[in-house]
Antibody, heavy 119, light 110 residues
């Protein structure tokens, strides 16, 4: 059974870069057919797709965030990462990592981690 | 990209059926059979309930079903149970090779 776990700083200062890692256990992120993605949810609000990356290296992002988002894979450590630059209070949210099938659906999710942007 | 449109809330009594709509455009819902539905209980991660409009992942009750007509997809839950009370989100693949979610619908079981 695949399990995903987010980790990283829970508090980030405005204008700095938010960095999160998602570690996979019970399955390899090198497996073809899957992408690995990030979704966020401001407290009390809806889901927003951030971006995803194929094991092959191609990436795609939410157009509203694209210039600030970097998603990367580290197959040697079986984890993938998110970097979101120039954060503001509006980036305060629960951040989820997830496995994406054929760019279409997320079938396994991490438990989520709350990241707060505040000085 | 604009979020897909869902009703903010729906409600039903135990045993009844409810339907949640998800309206997009010809660039997403209308052009692809790649609509998914997620259930989210408070404090929990979303759970995939329906994918590719109609399909249920293994382990999801057959009380959950999906459909699509034009630019609108729908999730129907039959035989409502107390445990179905949750937030529900739709998502769709788009013509820009991106994903978009709906704003979410809060289901209350009366």
């Amino acid at each position: 059974q695949l399990q995903l776990q987010e980790s990283g700083p829970r508090l980030v200062k405005p204008s700095e870069t938010l960095s999160l890692t998602c570690t996979s256990s019970g399955g390899s992120i090198s497996t073809s057919y899957y992408s690995w993605g990030w979704i966020r949810q401001p407290p009390g609000k809806g889901l927003e797709w951030i971006g995803s990356m194929y094991y092959s290296g191609s990436t795609y992002h939410n157009p509203s965030l694209k210039s600030r988002v970097t998603v990367s894979l580290d197959t040697s450590k079986n984890h993938f990462s998110l970097k979101l630059s120039s954060v503001t209070a509006a980036d305060t949210a629960f951040y989820y990592c997830a496995r994406q099938v054929n760019r279409r659906r997320f079938d396994y999710w991490g438990q989520g981690t709350l990241v707060t942007v505040s000085s | 990209q604009s979020a897909l449109t869902q009703p903010a809330s729906v409600s039903g009594s135990p045993g009844q059926s409810i339907t949640i709509s998800c309206t997009g455009t010809s660039n997403d819902v209308g052009d692809y059979n790649y609509v998914s539905w997620y259930q989210q209980h408070p404090g929990k991660a979303p759970k995939l309930m329906i994918y590719d409009v109609y399909n249920r992942p293994s382990g999801v009750s057959d009380r959950f079903s999906g459909s699509k007509s034009g630019n609108t997809a729908s999730l129907t839950i039959s035989g409502l149970q107390a445990e179905d009370e949750a937030d529900y989100y739709c998502s769709s693949y788009t013509s820009s090779s991106t994903l978009v979610f709906g704003g979410g619908t809060k289901l209350t079981v009366l």
